[in-house]
């Protein structure tokens, strides 16, 4: 079983709907980082997140300790967001443990 | 300046070939990574430098050397390569490296194949 498990594998939408992209972790994981990659290769770090929730624009993420599950949340998608998402988890001294990241596509 | 920047974008190469995959940083990041990201996989960690010292290597065949001249660059010397490791290579930086080291920032990559 990975340490850190991404949902969905896939992801088709309207533009202007609502996304949440799941992210559950196991002990061990002190923080996580969700990242954007683009068809093409280039990694974006999107957040990183230890406690809480933080906001960047359209974008949302959100994290709960004690059920050891973080959340990205993309409001009015747009078809620009689409990209593969990627859940990483901090284990230990700063080793990423990556999930299996969430391809999404926005149609117009 | 908050960018991480690769050379080459793209390489193609014989088995035979030896050739250098460059990083660089200005950000006054202490902590760079190389990581291998075969298609539709995530990342797979190759080498962490710390304050220009080798730190992590996850086992990495010696057919790929990494480097660290200086705390901006990260070198990755390939030396008879197999076509297997055809990949996106991906270098990234950090303020530092151990608990707290706070966002990672990741360049383009540089797309390697190995005929």
């Known amino acids: 079983k990975n340490e850190v498990e991404q949902s969905p594998q896939n992801l088709t939408a309207q533009e202007g709907e609502f996304i949440t992209i799941n992210c559950s972790y196991s002990v061990g994981i002190s923080a996580l980082h969700w990242l954007q990659q683009h068809p093409g290769g280039g990694i974006v770090s999107l957040f990183m997140?230890?406690?809480g929730k933080k906001k960047h624009g359209r974008l949302i993420a959100t994290i709960n300790i004690q059920e050891k599950h973080s959340s990205l949340h993309i409001t009015a998608s747009h078809p620009r967001d689409s990209a593969v998402y990627i859940c990483a988890g901090v284990q230990g001294a700063q080793k990423l443990v990556f999930g299996q990241g969430t391809r999404l596509t926005i149609n117009p | 300046d908050t960018e991480v920047t690769q050379t080459p974008k793209h390489l193609v190469m014989g088995m035979t070939n030896k050739k250098s995959l460059k990083c660089e940083q200005h950000?006054?990041?202490?902590?760079m990574y190389w990581y291998k990201q075969k298609a539709k996989k995530p990342p797979e960690l190759m080498f962490v430098?710390?304050?220009?010292?080798?730190?992590i290597n996850e086992s990495v065949p010696s057919r790929f050397s990494p480097e660290c001249p200086n705390s901006s660059l990260l070198n990755l010397h390939l030396h008879a390569l197999q076509p297997e490791d055809s990949a996106l290579y991906l270098c990234a930086s950090s303020l530092t490296w151990g608990r707290n080291t706070g966002e990672l920032f990741f360049g383009e990559g540089s797309r390697l194949t190995v005929l």
């Open positions: 430098y710390s304050y220009e010292k080798l730190s």
């Open positions: 997140l230890s406690s």
């Open positions: 950000m006054g990041h202490r902590a």
